[in-house]
């Protein structure tokens, strides 16, 4: 099989694809919760630290000189990060927390009701009598 066909067949497989999928959403779900954070989170903790900005805090190590842009280390930004961090870990905790319970109900129902015997048919309840008075004898 040629490169190119075993490239076509990995790409294929199912896994490949929901991983793509999962990882697009994912990216999706990173700019909200970073636009969560930054637009409507961080602005009243700012508010009720003093009217901080997060965003612009920073630690400046080189004032700008001429076309030369300032060196800074910027923290506030990191804050924002880490708590962007902070809550998609959360969500993704309460998600795999989800399956996981469905996942042990669903186990514990499949093991807890065993399916009942069928009911025997009228020739069998029949012979069962007949059997019965024979002995009876």
């Known amino acids: 099989m040629s490169m190119l066909g075993e490239f076509k067949s990995f790409a294929m497989k199912g896994n490949v694809v929901d991983m793509a999928v999962g990882v697009v ?38 004032e700008a000189v001429g076309d030369a842009k300032a060196v800074t280390i910027n923290y506030g930004v990191f804050i924002n990060t880490v708590i962007d961090f902070l809550i998609i870990a959360f969500a993704i ?33 029949l012979l069962t009598e007949i059997r019965d008075a024979l002995r009876a004898r």
């Not at 989170?41 to 009720?48: E, T």
């Not at 905790?93 to 009228?122: D, R």
């Open 93 to 125: 905790f309460l998600v795999v927390k989800g399956m996981n319970s469905a996942m042990a109900a669903a186990k514990k129902k499949e093991a807890a009701a065993p399916p009942a015997p069928p009911a025997p048919s009228k020739e069998e309840v």
């Open 25 to 62: 959403m994912g990216g999706a779900f990173g700019k909200i919760v970073a636009s969560f954070t930054n637009d409507i989170l961080m602005p009243p903790i700012g508010l009720a630290l003093g009217g901080m900005d997060f965003s612009s805090l920073s630690i400046q190590l080189k």
